[in-house]
């Protein structure tokens, strides 16, 4: 091996070699122009919208889809119209994006935070069936990664406990488990179309579900909580878009979450080619895992036989013990970073502390006057208070000793195989030399 290039020697990338995301095509270019050329931008009727709707609901197996302006929206209307709502407690996991949370604190909910699996960053079961209270009313698992939670553990418990089942799925467009797509297996769900996505429309997002009541509910949610009907759809006029036929009367508080046509024409045509890419990801994604197991002290996200994973982000774990490298996880984790930039590679962490580490838990002023948590008594706000300072002990040893390859705006589902085979070089050039990097790092 050569010369690692942290000491000198010649970098395996250059920057340039890393495909962008998302990747527009003459397709997506057309798609949009025709809705400008229309000139109708917007509506829940808009025909971009629903032809994306509805090509969305077939693709992950729902009988439900509505575009919303953001993945954060979709699970805040998963979580409103499932009626949860002031003083309710949501399980979710300690390690996630901070939406999964914020959808439930938006709607007077409480969070409360789970454990994860060290391993594939996935809420642990029975850290979930240790958090729960006489005030909760749902879980919301997250499928990390683009990897799905094990829903049957978590099914069973829910169905023990009386309690909903709520499926952040922004990183799993396309994901399985059991041979179902996800997002809608359970009450609903919520994907994300933000650029770093495997499905983008820049930003956006789809609630999903099969319960007509739920989808009723989400509708109205989704628009100012007005009377929607369904029978409005007939009255829609392509000529007068913005006129309806009738006045509507707000039934309940609610926001206008709709996405745009822009959006939806550009996030169809992505979905046209989402499987292709989707596949040529999980490739890549074997690829590098056969080729990093032979490497002592280096372990991939770990995957379920009943379950597949469109590799949304790939995790590698670190372990210098089993490497022979006699030094902190941290500290040798921060020196695996540089020289892996060094390298070309892209190369990131994500996230660096468990949710409930954030500040916005550890005051919980919230709204003020400690909204929501105040909305469930003096005990819940106890309850909720323990649960934020526990240590998350699993959660911290992924932060800790992980780091995603590839980053937000150079994901693997965006990469070639000259940049993948070349990133696999890169990292088992650095391993090869991990005992260099660890002298050097402890100097």
Known sequence: MDKLALFGGSPLLRSEDHGRWPQVTAEDKAAVM??????????????ATRAFEADFAKYVGAKHALLTHCGTSALQLAVAAAGIGAGDEVIVPAYTFIATAFACLQEGAIPIFA???????????????????????AIMPVHVHGCPADLNALSAIAKKHNLLLLEDAAQAHGATYQGKPVGALF??????????????????????????????????????????????ARHFDLVRPLD??????????????RGNEMMAAFA??????????????????????????????LKMQAIGSDRTSVHHKVRLWLDPKAAGVPMSTTAFRDGFIKALRAEGVEVVLWQNAPVPE???FQKMEGFGRNSP?????????????????MKYEATRRLLDGSVILFSQSCPLIAQNEHVVGKTIQAIQKVWHHRGDLARAVAQ
């Open 34 to 47: 025709e809705v400008l050329d229309r000139g109708l931008l917007s509506g829940m009727y808009a025909p």
């Open 115 to 137: 454990d994860v699996d060290e391993y594939t960053g996935l809420i642990d079961p029975a850290s979930v069936e240790a958090a729960i209270s006489p005030r909760t009313r």
């Open 187 to 232: 009450a609903a769900g919520g994907f994300s179309l933000q650029s770093s996505k495997n499905l983008s429309a820049g930003e956006g997002g789809v609630f999903v579900t099969n319960d007509d009541a739920i989808a009723e509910q989400a509708i109205r949610l989704r628009n100012f909580g007005q009377d929607v009907i369904a029978d409005d």
């Open 244 to 257: 309806g036929h009738r006045g509507l009367e707000s039934l309940r508080i609610g926001s206008m979450y």
């Open 268 to 297: 169809r045509t992505q979905l046209a080619r989402l499987p292709e890419l989707t596949s040529r990801a999980q490739t890549h994604f074997q690829k590098m895992s056969h080729a990093l197991s032979e490497l002592p002290g």
């Open 358 to 360: 954030h500040a916005v």
């Open 373 to 389: 948590w105040s909305a469930g008594g003096a005990e819940a706000m106890q309850f909720a208070r323990k649960n934020y300072a």
